[in-house]
């Protein structure tokens, strides 16, 4: 071989050397986004302290580094839209994390499935979400199944069988939540005697729950945001209401209590099937409960934030599965993904690529919440 012809080979063999090293240094991007400002913003920073978590338990994958780049959607539909633009066309993201809030979710999803962009959502339970969508995915369950899991508790375990509803009448979450709740109450036999309705940033819900004492019910269903469910909880004890209070996932943080005071007592909610006060715990909650602790020793872990990491954990698992840091083998790995074992629970895809977990139940005693179990609706 010719002095000339051997130095090229070589050159060409170091080139393709070091580009491999390149690629293999180069980090795999994840984008994130989540309602750090505006009214979702406490559940948004939950969720984002969760995917940081899995970040620092999950760090590389394929031999490369994991990169999140984050953006704030504001708590806004436009923002959110905004945001995913952002993070596929510009930072190149491999798939997507978000969101906290059903309306925010659908506006980002709009735009991640034109991009052919796979995304994970957190705790966003409408239908419409993943509905029709090839790309986008889940790690909650949806409100049909929460609504009617409510319904069956209400109705088979407590034994009650005259319900009423108080919903946010603007906000997409909790009109299909109550109107499943409905739904189902029925269809089990029992009696839904009023929907009655308000805004966000209402304050003042005198009138309602006036209206609901007189309709007498034995159960209210009130699918809010925990800042406005705890004003709703201390002013229905203030008017004398005996009837139980129970909310949806929304309501789960820790500040309903702090907010709420002694009327939280009673107040009953579906939720993921998380807690830390969980009796039966798997391994992955446990590992996720003492990471947490470690990290957070002053604030306890809540469910939002294993939502965050199980999302992280489920993309780095298609990621191992699809071999590749591929747009489209990422998202035929997720829509393939079954028998995961994450923080809550056994993770299952579904053909709407919904997750198939259990929904459990928390009750506020003695000023803290306690994590009853799980339940199968019926």
């Keep these: 071989m010719k002095l000339g012809k051997f130095v090229g080979l070589a050159l060409m063999a170091l080139t393709l050397g070091l580009a491999s090293q390149s690629l293999a240094a180069e980090p795999i991007k994840i984008g994130v986004y989540l309602p750090l400002t505006g009214q979702n913003a406490f559940g948004g920073q939950l969720e984002l302290e969760g995917v940081q978590l899995a970040l620092k338990d999950m760090p590389e994958v394929l031999g490369r580094p994991i990169e999140l780049v984050v953006v704030d959607n504001k708590s806004d539909k436009v923002e959110a839209a905004n945001a995913v633009k952002r993070l596929v066309e510009r930072d190149k993201v491999v798939a997507l994390i978000g969101t906290y809030g059903s309306s925010l979710a659908m506006a ?32 909650c369950f949806i409100d049909p199944y929460q609504g009617a899991a409510a319904a069956t508790y209400a109705y088979e375990n407590l034994g009650l069988r005259k319900a009423a509803v108080l919903m946010d009448m603007t906000n997409d979450y909790a009109v299909g939540l109550s109107s499943f709740f409905t739904r189902s109450f029925k269809k089990l ?5 009023a929907n009655l309705k308000y805004s966000s940033g209402d304050q003042d819900f005198t009138a309602q729950l006036t209206d609901l004492i007189a309709k007498k019910p034995e159960i209210v269903f009130m699918p809010a945001y925990f800042a406005e469910g705890a004003i709703i909880m201390k002013q229905a004890r203030e008017l004398g209401a005996t009837f139980v209070l129970m909310g949806g996932d929304a309501m789960d943080n820790p500040d309903t209590v702090k907010i709420a005071g002694k009327a939280a007592e009673g107040f009953m909610q579906t939720a993921f099937p998380y807690d830390m006060t969980m009796k039966d715990m798997n391994d992955q909650a446990k590992a ?3 990471a947490w602790k470690k990290n957070f020793p002053n604030k306890d872990p809540n469910v939002n934030a294993t939502l965050g990491y199980t999302c992280y954990d489920m993309i780095i698992d298609a990621l191992k599965r699809a071999g590749k840091a591929d747009r489209e083998a990422v998202t035929k790995a997720l829509a393939e993904t079954k028998g995961l074992a994450t923080p809550v629970g056994i993770m299952t895809l579904n053909a709407n690529h919904d997750a198939e977990i259990p929904v459990g139940i928390l009750k506020y005693e003695n000023g803290k919440r306690i994590y009853l179990g799980e339940i199968i609706p019926e």
């Design 108 to 139: 980002g999803a709009e735009v991640a499935e034109k991009a052919k962009v796979p995304g994970v959502g957190t705790s966003c339970t409408s239908p419409l979400v993943t509905q029709g969508k090839k790309y986008y995915f889940r790690a």
């Design 189 to 193: 036999g029992g009696e839904v005697v």
């Design 288 to 290: 996720f409960t003492e």
